[in-house]
Each structure stands twice: as C-alpha cells, then as structure tokens.
C-alpha cells in the first residue's frame, strides 16, 4: 500500500498503529522529530507535502490551508464531528481502511476526504 498517512495529534496514536497493522505506512505527528509537539498545522502540512503524506485529521484548517495555497499535495482525510464525536478508535480503521482501499487513486493524486457518515471527496487543484 502506497499511501502513506501522517496522522494529527487530535487523534490517537493506537488509530496510528492500527492502521499500521493493517498494512498502511503511518507516522503520528507526536513522533515525528521534526515536527515536534508545538507543531503549527502550516509545518504539518509543508512536512506532509516533502514527505509525500496524506494527513488524517479533525481540523478543518488543514483543507483551508491546501484549499488557499492552491497546492496539489497533500491530501487531506478530515474526520467530521459526527464520525468524530460517535466513532471510536476500531470504528476509525476500519473506515479509513475502506476509504483509503477505494479511493486509493484520488487521494494519491491529491484531494480533501471529508468522513460525515457519507465520504466526499474534492480535488485539489491540479
């Protein structure tokens, strides 16, 4: 699996090693050294694109910021407060899991995935 996630503080480390489990390479933002524990969603996101991640997140800043720059990469998977809110840990994988599975194509092109109950997915510009 070629995707690989970088996975936001908002969100556990266990979510990380799940889908790590699964065959996903993922890295969660409390470990990665060069960002560090102060990390500014700016530098997440500029670390995502050298790196060539997708991060996973309930932030909405990290869509603004791809969205405002008019950047192609990375792309972003954004739990929304409904899924976040209800969804635990195991519930999380398991829908990233099929996300990432069938959507493989758009998200290593480039594109923001909102999680709501129902995906939708927009490209980002090209």
Request: proline letters at 1%; a neutral charge.
């Amino acid at each position: 699996m070629t995707i690989h996630l970088l996975i936001d503080q908002n969100q556990s480390v266990a979510l990380a090693r799940s889908l790590a489990e699964l065959g996903w390479r993922t890295e969660h933002v409390s470990k990665v050294a060069a960002l560090g524990k102060r990390a500014t969603d700016r530098q997440i996101v500029d670390y995502a694109v050298i790196q060539g991640m997708t991060v996973v997140t309930a932030d909405t800043d990290f869509g603004e910021i791809v969205f405002r720059s008019r950047m192609s990469k990375p792309s972003v998977i954004r739990f929304d407060g409904h899924v976040e809110d209800a969804y635990n840990d195991v519930r999380k994988t398991q829908l990233l899991h099929e996300v990432l599975t069938a959507h493989a194509a758009a998200i290593e092109a480039g594109c923001l995935v909102v999680l709501s109950g129902l995906v939708r997915i927009t490209m980002n510009r090209q």
